[in-house]
């Protein structure tokens, strides 16, 4: 596609449900990010994903979240048993192999957890 | 690892003033630097980086940044803003040296431009 799409762009879920978003990167960039933006916080990095290769997995805050990339395209963040500290806005970028290039980013799904 | 630190969360600047908007990251070691733009409801966009060569670099709706070595710094700045200009502004930083690492993003500068 001609951008990165994510879905659902908002979602409200009751706390201890698990919530799945979906990142579909643009075709072609072989790395896959995704970042948490909460407000006046910035972006905390997450995960991410570069071609074959084992995924860096360092920024995940739990063993709640996680997150898998399938035929090197289509990227899902699970978090299970959902908390109201995991209400944020989630981004998701991919860019070439090469960081210099810059990201391009989705816009977002914003997780409200009630 | 690499921190970067926007010394102000908000900056309220009158229309056609010029601004600049501060960033300073933590290492001195060879890095790769950028500014990134989120507008009113929507989502990051690249707005100007630094890889090499020249320490000035501009972006085509007239921002330039300036990275300086000796001061790890990496400040935006624009002679006159418009209301259009704005917006949330991060920035973000990436050693050169250790592969395609994540970008490490500041916390933002929101900037509002008043009539």
């Known amino acids: 596609g001609a951008g990165v799409s994510q879905s659902p762009s908002n979602k409200v879920t009751e706390k201890g449900k698990d919530v799945e978003l979906r990142c579909d990167p643009i075709?072609?960039?072989?790395?896959l990010y995704w970042y948490r933006q909460s407000l006046g916080q910035g972006l905390e990095f997450l995960i991410y994903?570069?071609?074959?290769?084992?995924?860096?997995k360092s920024g995940l805050p739990s063993d709640r979240f996680s997150a898998e990339r399938t035929g090197g395209s289509v990227s899902t963040l699970t978090i299970q048993r959902t908390q109201q500290e995991d209400s944020a806005v989630y981004l998701c970028a991919s860019s070439l192999t090469f960081v210099g290039y810059g990201y391009t980013f989705g816009s977002g799904t914003r997780l409200t957890v009630v | 690892a690499q921190s970067v630190t926007q010394l102000d969360s908000q900056v309220p600047v009158f229309e056609e003033a010029p601004v600049e908007l501060r960033c300073n990251y933590s290492?001195?070691?060879?890095?790769?630097l950028f500014w990134y733009v989120q507008y009113p409801n929507q989502g990051l966009q690249l707005l100007l980086k630094?890889?090499?060569?020249?320490?000035l670099v501009e972006s085509i709706n007239g921002f330039e940044a300036e990275f300086n070595k000796s001061q790890t710094s990496f400040h935006l700045r624009k002679p006159s803003v418009h209301i259009s200009d704005t917006a949330e502004y991060f920035c973000?930083?990436?050693?050169?040296?250790?592969?395609?690492?994540?970008?490490?993003f500041g916390k933002g500068t929101r900037l509002s431009v008043i009539a």
């Open positions: 630094y890889l090499s060569g020249s320490t």
């Open positions: 075709s072609g960039h072989t790395a």
């Open positions: 973000a930083v990436s050693d050169r040296d250790s592969g395609n690492t994540p970008l490490v």
């Open positions: 994903f570069q071609g074959n290769s084992a995924p860096d």
């Open positions: 290492s001195s070691v060879s890095v790769y």
